[in-house]
């Protein structure tokens, strides 16, 4: 039985274990120094392939894919559990030290973009694509974006820390997220009962942030947790993340700044097309 009783005031005297115990801390800002590297496409990613880093480069090749030329980008690893992110130059343009950050430098100044959310938006609001024109139909479309967004922690932080990485394993944290991730889940399985997509027929940002989390979950590359959460009950989510599972952009995509899984689907950075051209990504 957990006897702990919190102290009247809480102090950071210990790692608390676990997979990131090494690079969470209470406070913010820089740890060292180190300039960020910058390439010649008119956007510079600081990423890691996370379910958040790929939501970014899912819409970068999405956008290229359509003919968008000024999509072009260089992608540079900031490796989380190494602590790249709080390097001097990553809390200069995202003091939260938070993967992914885009800078657009197409500008008179460069604008730095941070939380995955905000830079698919940014994006698909600048190239006008994946993203409804109509007032209504836009509105769906963020009210699914801003679902996953405030869905995705539990998730995450939740249920994948306490199953997945926690040092120990504790059946109350474990029962309450698992709880609400299936309750997630069911909600979204729900919603797309006869749509093709999460906005009716139309792919949208709120297909790629969605499906970087629960797509890739219910096909059983989150936390090695497609048994215990039962995910092939989800038909509906099933079926829709195998379609877009299927799309070379997201192909393409979800291996750039890749650090786990198969070595010989990962780019640990792109700067062309050409980066792409030794894998075969039709499988």
Known sequence: ??????????????????????????????????????????????????????????????????????????AWLVEIGKGDQFSS????????????????????????????????????????????????????CLNWLFWQMASSPYLGGGFGHFYAYANEKYEYPIDRYTMETKR????????LFNKSYICNDEYSIADIAIWSWYGQLVLGKLYNSA?????????????????????PAVRRGKIVNKVSGNENFRIKERHSKEDFSHLNLNG
């Open 1 to 74: 039985m957990n006897k702990y009783k919190p102290p009247k005031i809480w102090t950071w005297d210990k790692e608390n274990g676990g997979k990131f115990s090494k690079i969470n801390r209470p406070f913010s800002g820089s740890t060292h120094q180190k300039k960020l590297p910058v390439g010649k496409h008119p956007f510079q990613l600081y990423s890691q392939g996370t379910p958040n880093g790929i939501k970014v480069t899912i819409l970068l090749e999405e956008l290229l894919e359509t003919g968008i030329d000024d999509a072009e980008y260089d």
């Open 89 to 140: 130059g990553f809390v200069e343009i995202n003091p939260n030290s938070k993967i992914p950050v885009l800078v657009d430098m197409d500008n008179e100044k460069p604008i730095n973009i941070f939380e995955s959310g905000s830079i698919i938006l940014y994006l698909a609001e600048k190239f006008n694509a994946f993203i409804p024109e109509k007032l209504p139909e836009k509105t769906e």
């Open 184 to 191: 997630q889940l069911d909600v979204l399985n729900k919603h």
């Open 227 to 247: 048994e215990f959460l039962e995910v092939n009950s989800y038909k509906n989510i099933y079926d829709w993340a195998k379609k877009i599972n299927s799309r």
